[in-house]
């Protein structure tokens, strides 16, 4: 429900200069690896991401990490059971909050992708108050580094008197099942939710709740957004200890298109080349250094498949830490390159990447953007 709120916690990470809510890989796990930190994360197979997220609790939480999952070992905290859990432990495929997934294919044009095919396995304990549920994340553009526009839940199971944010406004034949699909907002983003309960384990398309989502309103974004992430794992408010993900796989295949969605636009824009400018902006700044913000935008109605930024930092400033893309350069001169999820830009469409900068804060910079 609420863990993406995770606005402020990396906002401060940000302030120290962390490198723990910037990196786009976190360490593998190579055997099973136990997580009390507060956001900490390991990687799986190569492959995923497992992270603890103890958002709304300052008590306790542990996960234990396997080859193929992970499970709740400890779990401290007490949620109001009328708002908000303690913790959104999951594993994930895509990019979340700027930490992506080893090669990850995500972000990813909705239009473009084929199928998004995932399975799991799941335990549940006998007691506790608690959901387990998978979190698919849809956004406008490229953009990973904050809350995301639309959140699909699709709640496997749940216990207590705990429900999901709106109201029942529906319902929908997914994976031979039928759902029951609330929908709201909390206040950062809209959620659609399809919500069973006594499911175990289950194998589906994540494209067939997409699109029926973006069948309900243009609200929750059209075939041009971008599917960013792949999340699985469990919102508990009481208990918990026991949860567990026995084995998780997501894989996404692209090459679409799909077919459009009846909620939006299905087509990107045509003809015109495309083209790009960078704009920057500072996000923050302290003695000594500052957080600055690049804006790659497509100046065109064709899409562009790769983009190269240039630049100088005045007064001798330097960057640090970058995040988004791949720097190179020295001293205060610097280009960074797209990376391998964010180079495919729509026509008209925009994307970031961000950076920490040792020295004076700009107040502007002079930019030069090519595309391919």
């Not at 234990?64 to 949620?79: K, L």
């Not at 109001?80 to 997934?101: F, Q, R």
């Amino acid at each position: 429900m609420f863990h993406r709120l995770r606005v402020l916690a990396v906002a401060g990470l940000l302030m120290a200069g962390s490198a723990a809510a910037m990196v786009a890989t976190a360490p593998a796990a190579s055997a099973d690896t136990q997580i009390c930190e507060q956001f900490g994360t390991t990687t799986i197979g190569g492959r995923y991401v497992v992270m603890n997220n103890r958002w709304g609790s300052s008590q306790p939480q542990c996960i234990n990490v396997t080859s193929t999952g992970f499970s709740i070992i400890r779990q401290d905290g007490t949620g109001n059971t009328s708002g908000a859990p303690v913790s959104y432990p999951a594993v994930y495929l895509g990019c979340h909050y700027s930490n992506c997934s080893p090669g990850s294919p995500l972000p990813a044009q909705i239009s473009r992708i084929s199928s998004a095919n995932t399975s799991i396995s799941n335990s549940y304990p006998s007691s506790g108050t608690y959901d387990a549920a998978y979190d698919i994340w849809l956004n406008a553009d490229t953009n990973v580094s904050g809350v995301q526009d639309t959140e699909i839940m699709v709640w496997l199971h749940h216990t207590g008197s705990i429900q999901p944010i709106g109201s029942p406004t529906g319902s929908a034949n997914i994976a031979g099942r039928t759902w029951t699909v609330w929908t709201g907002s909390n206040g950062q983003n809209n959620v659609v939710s399809y919500v069973q309960s006594g499911i175990s384990s289950i194998s589906f398309n994540v494209m067939d709740f997409v699109r029926d989502t973006l069948s309900r309103g243009s609200q929750y974004g059209n075939s041009n957004w971008y599917l960013t992430s792949i999340q699985a794992g469990f919102e508990p408010w009481i208990g918990g200890v026991g949860l567990a993900v026995n084995n998780f796989s997501a894989t996404v295949n692209t090459g679409g298109p799909t077919g459009g969605p009846t909620g939006g636009p299905t087509g990107g824009p045509t003809g015109g080349p495309g083209g790009c400018a960078a704009t920057y902006s500072t996000v923050n700044s302290w003695q000594g250094g500052f957080q600055g913000e690049v804006t790659v935008r497509n100046t065109g109605s064709s899409p562009i498949d790769g983009w190269t930024v240039s630049g100088s930092l005045p007064g001798g400033a330097t960057i640090t830490q970058l995040w988004n893309g791949s720097l190179s350069g020295s001293g205060a001169s610097f280009t960074v390159r797209n990376l391998s999820y964010n180079g495919s830009i729509p026509g008209g469409g925009s994307t970031s990447f961000g950076f920490i900068g040792a020295g004076s804060t700009p107040g502007s910079l002079s930019l030069s953007c090519s595309s391919s």
